[in-house]
Nanobody, 124 residues
Framework: QVQLVESGGGLVQAGGSLRLSCAASGRAVTWGWFRQAPGKEREFVAVVSRVTWSDASTRYADSVKGRFTISRDNDKNTVYLQMNSLRPEDTAVYYC?????????????????WGQGTQVTVSS
């Protein structure tokens, strides 16, 4: 079982930036970030899937496209989410997830491992 630990969440003003990190105890083929706001379902944010050791493909939810960037460091088994131009509606608990499969990775059931989540709060 791969353990995932997120960090980097916090309180930031609208327009600000945060960088989330997810440290894994093992490897995964595909890494994703999801978020869950109070009273809402967990939703897809971004995914990075390894195509080759040095190349990866990424996809984003429309709501974060152009503002968020997902990246991975295979040597460190760590995945990042750089969040810029944050908005109050980005407020949520952010979860890191890992899958042994390659693919789009936009659904919760695609993933085998989950972190405990980190709170991101954006004030207006």
């Amino acid at each position: 079982q791969v353990q995932l630990v997120e960090s980097g969440g916090g309180l930031v003003q609208a327009g600000g930036s945060l960088r989330l990190s997810c440290a894994a105890s093992g490897r995964a083929v595909t890494w994703g970030w999801f978020r869950q706001a109070p009273g809402k379902e967990r939703e897809f944010v971004a995914v990075v899937s390894r195509v080759t050791w040095s190349d990866a493909s990424t996809r984003y939810a429309d709501s974060v496209k152009g503002r968020f960037t997902i990246s991975r460091d295979n040597d460190k088994n760590t995945v990042y989410l750089q969040m810029n131009s944050l908005r109050p509606e980005d407020t949520a608990v952010y979860y890191c997830a890992g899958s042994i499969r390659s693919g789009f990775g936009g659904t919760i059931d695609f993933y085998d491992y989950w972190g405990q989540g980190t709170q991101v709060t954006v004030s207006s």
